[in-house]
């Protein structure tokens, strides 16, 4: 069994949505975060000259500002092997240690399954 077939259908759902935004927008990386409400956020890379920004740190970012108090989870979809420690940071900050985040490759299958701690 992969790692991506051992998700729930709402962890399921944040993967497709980091990888559509992702494509869509043809960025480096794609990201979804899914609230104590459900709620989900979606976010690309943001590569401007005055600001970068991670998809996941974006994503974070639209939560808080939508007032989201907390996270269930998190996912990012890149192509890098592992999630940076900024990154889990910006999902403890908001979700709590032990918050879990994937990381799929483009095609959509999960490599890490980790918690922010």
Partial sequence: MTESAALDAEDRKIVTLAR???ARNGVAEGAAVRDETGRTYVAGTVSLDSLKLSALRTAVA???ASG???L???AVVSGEESLSVEDLAAVRDLGGAG????LAGPDG?????AQAN
Wanted: hydrophobic share 50%; aromatic share 4%.
């Fill in 68 to 70: 989201a108090e907390s």
């Fill in 99 to 102: 918050t879990p985040v994937f």
């Fill in 20 to 22: 559509s935004a992702r």
């Fill in 109 to 113: 299958e999960v490599r890490v399954r």
């Fill in 62 to 64: 639209m939560a808080v």
């Fill in 72 to 74: 269930e989870a998190a």
